[in-house]
């Protein structure tokens, strides 16, 4: 069964760094994209950055542009989101989600998702 794990979640201080993991298994198709999304309590899930592995191309949301990076290993079965400059509006608990179509990356867009790992930032 294709899943999808997140990892690398934890508590850091303004201006301080993170970084998550997403390990992929069981998928037997292509893959058309890959994400992270992130929900704070009381709010929507919003895009925080996409990587379209097929094209080699990064997008990332406005919030976070400059500060963080996507990336995936060599094998192409971890997704990373490095997160540098970070701010107590960085706190949520953050998802890793997969679709093997391209195209856009709003919440529709993704048929997989992971369960999330929690970031809490301190000021």
């Known amino acids: 069964q294709a899943q999808l794990v997140e990892s690398g979640g934890g508590s850091a201080q303004a201006g301080g760094s993170l970084s998550l993991s997403c390990t992929a298994s069981?998928?037997?198709?292509?893959?058309?994209?890959m994400a992270w999304f992130r929900q704070a309590p009381g709010r929507e899930r919003e895009g925080v950055a996409v990587?379209?592995?097929?094209?080699?191309?990064?997008y990332y949301g406005d919030s976070v542009l400059g500060r963080f990076t996507i990336s995936q290993d060599s094998a192409e079965n971890t997704l990373y989101l490095q997160m540098n400059s970070l701010k107590p509006e960085d706190s949520a608990t953050y998802y890793c989600?997969?679709?093997?179509?391209?195209?856009?990356?709003?919440?529709?867009?993704?048929?997989?998702w992971g369960h999330g790992t929690q970031v809490t930032v301190s000021s």
């Open positions: 989600a997969r679709d093997q179509r391209g195209g856009r990356w709003g919440q529709a867009d993704f048929s997989d």
């Open positions: 069981g998928y037997t198709y292509s893959r058309g994209k």
């Open positions: 990587l379209y592995p097929d094209q080699g191309v990064t």
